[in-house]
């Protein structure tokens, strides 16, 4: 049994560390050190590029709870982190270098890896795992292109509007209803005075810009353009795109509203609405304190912000199944940020069940199928549900999990309840996942 790894991120060496302590030789192609992208500094696997931070390690945070998943089934990142870690109060920081460096120590002493450096330009026979990361190299992403036919579904540039959880939406301040009365009411209207767009206009246009890194190009914004930069064009701009009126009467008043936001559902059990044509640039605290002046969305929980930089991903719905596999041509699997999870913690647990389930697998064993009530299985799940509209790379989130059947007072106390009931289901699996 042998599978090929390509690229050594934390997604590949999670993937390619299940793989080898299940008894299967792994092939590790790494193009580090004959290449980097802009991105990297060191030769080291794992390399963190953009912060130390693992970000949040309490169960009351989604993502929390998946590193204690990760922790709990044998995750080689995990395990990494923890002996490198750094203080960070409630957040998990590690030693940037000296984390990399344990993790390429322990692949590389693995017997059942082979570490094989260079560039990868043409996809390998046999089982593959493409962990390649949000910045392939071109020659790469040209085979996948024909790999995926013209219609490839490969995209180069992450546009994505906001998201927020459908019950942080204030009902009694917004409407669901179509324009002009069409249709289903599919969408959430989020009416706006005079006064209150003002106020609105006058913070999106000042608000602050997030870095443009050297890795990331100017161009993005070309074809899709950030809701600031519309509304820099004058002050009833937006009020012509995507805040406007036109065909929307508010129940509550019988009239038209001087601008309205709409949200539109972005996966079947409609826990997650995104905001209609808010692509955006803004750094993330200025999303937050900016769209939240919006009424409805005055106390909204965020499951992502928007985002534009370059990152190449998969419209993973339509090519890959639950398991990460591309249905097309199941022996090719991919993980980490090419498959649309966005995050350190995310890319090792897509790389962490793609090893699992491999493995597996080649066993002839049959797959564990995580729930979609694990951190691990909802991720995978939402990942390659066909249902997500406008699909856009995803952080972990209590969102795309099954709500509890009894209400909990508490947004903490609801959260913890939810990963403790994440964690009772990973523990009734540990003896089948564990090797």
């Known amino acids: 049994m042998e599978v090929t790894v390509i690229g050594a991120g934390l997604a590949g060496s999670e993937c390619a560390w299940q793989l080898a302590r299940r008894g299967v030789r792994v092939t590790l192609r790494e193009m580090k050190p004959e290449k980097r992208t802009p991105a990297h500094v060191t030769d080291d696997f794992a390399e963190l590029c953009c912060s130390n931070s693992l970000r949040s390690d309490q169960l009351e945070n989604a993502v929390g709870l998946l590193k204690e998943e990760l922790r709990r089934l044998g995750s080689l990142i995990l395990r990494c982190a923890d002996e490198t870690r750094v203080e960070a109060g409630g957040a ?30 043409e996809i390998p026979e046999g089982e593959v795992v493409i962990a390649s990361g949000p910045l392939t190299s071109d020659a790469l992403a040209e085979k996948l292109q024909a790999l995926l036919g013209e219609d490839s579904d490969l995209h180069f540039y992450d546009a994505a509007a906001p998201l927020v959880s459908a019950e942080s939406v204030d009902m009694d301040k917004a409407w669901m209803g179509s324009r002009y009365g069409k249709g289903t009411a599919d969408y959430v209207n989020c009416p706006m005075t005079e006064a209150e767009y003002d106020a609105f206009w006058q913070a999106l246009t000042t608000a602050q810009e997030a870095e443009v890194h050297g890795f990331e190009d100017k161009k993005v914004f070309e074809g899709c353009m950030p809701v600031e930069v519309m509304a820099r064009r004058g002050h009833d701009t937006l009020c012509y795109g995507p805040l406007k009126p036109r065909g929307l009467t508010d129940p509550r008043t019988g009239k038209e509203p001087y601008a309205v936001v709409q949200l539109r559902r972005d996966n079947a059990q409609g826990s997650v609405y995104n905001l209609v044509g808010f692509q955006t640039h803004l750094r993330f605290p200025e999303q937050k304190r900016v769209f939240s002046m919006i009424p409805a969305l005055h106390d909204a929980e965020f499951l992502r912000y928007g985002v534009m930089h370059r990152n190449t991903f998969l419209n993973s719905p339509r090519l890959l199944d639950r398991y990460y596999r591309l249905k097309s041509c199941p022996r090719i699997s991919f993980a980490g940020q090419m498959t649309g999870v966005e995050g350190y913690v995310e890319s090792a647990a897509s790389g962490f069940l793609v090893g699992v389930e491999t493995a597996r697998r080649l066993q002839g064993l049959p797959p564990v199928d995580f729930p979609r009530e694990t951190a691990i299985g909802a991720l995978g799940l939402y990942v390659s549900n066909p249902t997500v509209a406008s699909f856009q790379p995803m952080n972990i989130n209590f969102g795309i999990m099954p709500p509890l059947d009894h209400r909990v007072k508490g947004k903490r106390n609801k959260n913890a309840e939810l990963s403790a009931r994440s964690l009772a289901v990973i523990g009734a699996l540990q003896k089948e996942v564990l090797p």
Do not use: K, M, W, Y
């Open 92 to 121: 998990l920081a590690v030693d940037r270098h000296g984390f990399a460096a344990l993790v390429t120590q322990r692949l590389r002493s693995h017997p059942n890896i082979t570490v094989a450096p260079g560039e990868v330009t």
